[in-house]
């Protein structure tokens, strides 16, 4: 990381820290990841044993890669509001390979919790974006953070994390940047990865300090490059540290597990997703789409989504936010090309689990009583126990995951939290 005492435009003297000009306000420079010889010859390397890796994993499920929206199982329209909450879908097996029930992909854990599965969490973290996701083997990214609210470190914290992989900020909004500081306070991170664009206030100041502080590799990505993730990759779709709009600078990000792919969007709007049309239309299709800008109809354009063709369709939103998200046409639109829509406020973190081959969705509310045994371990204290206070924990920390799991400050229907201030049974050790 660069270290500037003195502002390279105006000469003021800074404090080695500063991000930005105290006098004339300009961004001061920041390296980007430059390519050298060294990292040429390592990324050889890699993609050489990173081809070898996928050739015994995706042996049986190259042939999908042109998955008609035909093949698709196609989803049943199932309302927002629907009771069922784990639902299984199957992505067809390759037709002229045998059929492979689970990738081939080493399971470090797999005798102590039985994990198979990429899992996907969409994290409820109220009005913003937080998604969480750990591979088979172990890895674990994640994609923004949502507000400065504890939220996405608290479930972090409730599902055992312990360290970040790929720490990635889609835009530098707060909604999206801000619980990213507190994990990257909190957590171990390996690596950070985001557009480049910058932004004037003091959550990015303070993202960029934590940056610094936990000496994370930083990284600026374009259009093209790859994130590695243990032996899976992000496509990089979109990013853009110069669009007029910060939500179009957003980081757009493509995960591909077997037969299964996820499409992360951030915030990115309608002149975003004309970019993708125009430079990556054949990479935009996607069994899961992470819906853009919590559901705004400033994006998710018809022809964006008949582009992704999602089966299901999950978007980040606060219950009852002042901003009227989801917006009623972009739920339609999306209903529209057949995918089944979840939300956080309707259904809390959402999270998807699949081996490459089937997938399952599993939502924190309405969720039925018997799991399906190849489900993620989601805590075990939920809603549907009864009702609890305070005195049904021994600790704070033992109520918060609860309260949490449960919802958080947006719907509490316990009451943990009596002040409202995202804290529950504050009065425990
Ligand atoms: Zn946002
Ligand atoms: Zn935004």
Not at 94 to 120: C, M, R, W, Y
Not at 196 to 222: C, N
Request: glycine share 8%; with cysteine.
């Amino acid at each position: 990381m660069s270290r500037q005492t003195s502002c390279p435009f105006c000469g003021a003297t800074l404090r080695p820290s500063a991000r930005f000009c105290s006098m004339c306000g300009k961004r001061l420079t920041r390296p980007r990841f430059r390519l050298t010889c060294g990292s040429l010859l390592i990324g050889l390397i890699s993609f050489v044993l990173l081809c070898s890796a996928l050739n015994v994993f995706l042996s049986g499920s190259t042939a999908t890669s042109g998955t008609s929206r035909q093949d698709r199982p196609q989803s049943a329209a199932m309302p927002a509001s629907s009771n069922s909450s784990l639902v299984t879908r199957s992505q067809p097996a390759p037709t002229t390979q045998p059929a492979s029930p689970v990738p081939t992909i080493p399971h470090n854990d797999t005798a102590i919790t039985g994990k198979q599965f990429l899992e996907v969490h969409v994290i409820d973290v109220g009005q913003g974006d937080s998604i969480l996701i750990r591979t088979a083997e172990g890895k674990t990214a994640l994609i923004d953070g949502g507000y400065d609210n504890g939220l996405a470190l608290a479930y972090l914290r409730a599902q055992g994390i312990n360290h970040i992989d790929v720490m990635v900020a889609s835009h530098p909004h707060a909604d999206h940047i801000g619980g990213l500081v507190e994990v990257l306070n909190a957590l171990p991170v390996s690596g950070f990865w985001t557009s480049g664009a910058s932004h004037t206030t003091g959550t990015y100041e303070r993202l960029l300090d934590a940056i610094d502080r936990a000496k994370v590799p930083y990284h600026e990505v374009q259009r093209g490059d790859t994130i590695p993730l243990g032996r899976l990759t992000f496509e990089v779709l979109h990013s853009d540290p110069n669009a007029y709009d910060l939500n179009n600078t957003s980081v757009v990000l493509r995960l591909t597990y077997g037969n299964v792919s996820f499409l992360f969007t951030g915030d990115a709007e309608q002149a975003a997703e004309q970019e993708m049309l125009a430079t990556v239309r054949d990479h935009l299709k996607a069994t899961i789409l992470k819906v853009a800008h919590h559901g705004s109809y400033t994006s998710s354009s018809d022809q964006f989504l008949a582009a992704v063709q999602p089966a299901i369709a999950i978007y980040s939103a606060g219950r009852d936010n002042n901003y009227g998200h989801p917006h009623r046409k972009t739920i339609q639109a999306l209903q529209r090309v057949g995918a089944t829509v979840y939300g956080t406020d309707e259904h809390g973190t959402i999270v998807i689990t699949t081996d490459g081959v089937n997938y399952q969705v599993h939502t924190r509310y309405d969720r039925p009583p018997t799991a399906d045994p190849g489900s993620p371990p989601l805590p075990s204290n939920h809603a549907t126990q009864g009702d609890r206070d305070c005195s049904d924990f021994a600790t704070q920390a033992e109520a918060q995951a609860f309260f949490l799991a449960n919802g958080g400050p947006a719907r509490d229907p316990h009451r943990l939290d009596g002040d409202r201030d995202g804290i529950a049974c504050e009065s425990l050790p």
